[in-house]
C-alpha cells in the first residue's frame, strides 16, 4: 500500500549544531533507492509501506546504534490505489494558486 511520510530524525542531547548527525540520516534515506526529499525541517520518503518503514528504522538506528539519543518525528498517509504522492499533493495546490 503507498505510504508517504514525512520524518524527522536527529539526536537529542547532542548541543546545537545537528548538522552533521543529520546528513548521516539523510544518506541513509537517500541511498535506500525509495523516492525522497529533504527540506529544512523533514524528509518525505514515498513507497510501500514496509519498504518506507524500513527504511526509517534504518535511519533512525544509524544515530540509535551509536548510543546516541535519538528523537524521531513521523507524520504517515497511506492512499490506496495512489502513486507519486509526493509531487500530486503540491502539483494540485499550485494548480489551484495558478503557479
Known amino acids: 500500500m503507498n505510504t508517504l511520510v514525512a520524518v524527522a530524525i536527529a539526536p537529542f542531547g547532542e548541543g546545537e549544531e545537528l548538522a552533521s548527525y543529520v ?3 539523510v544518506k541513509v534515506i537517500r541511498e535506500s533507492g525509495l523516492p525522497n526529499r529533504t ?4 524528509t518525505e520518503i514515498e513507497g510501500e509501506w514496509d519498504e518506507v518503514m524500513k527504511v526509517v528504522k534504518d535511519a533512525t538506528f544509524v544515530l540509535a546504534e551509536r548510543g546516541i539519543r535519538t528523537e524521531v518525528i513521523l507524520k504517515a498517509d497511506i492512499r490506496p ?3 507519486d504522492m ?3 499533493k503540491v502539483d494540485a495546490v499550485d494548480k489551484i494558486l495558478g503557479a
Not at 527540506?39 to 523533514?42: A, G, P
Open 23 to 25: 546528513a548521516e540520516v
Open 39 to 42: 527540506n529544512s525541517m523533514f
Open 81 to 83: 490505489g495512489r502513486t
Open 86 to 88: 509526493m509531487h500530486a
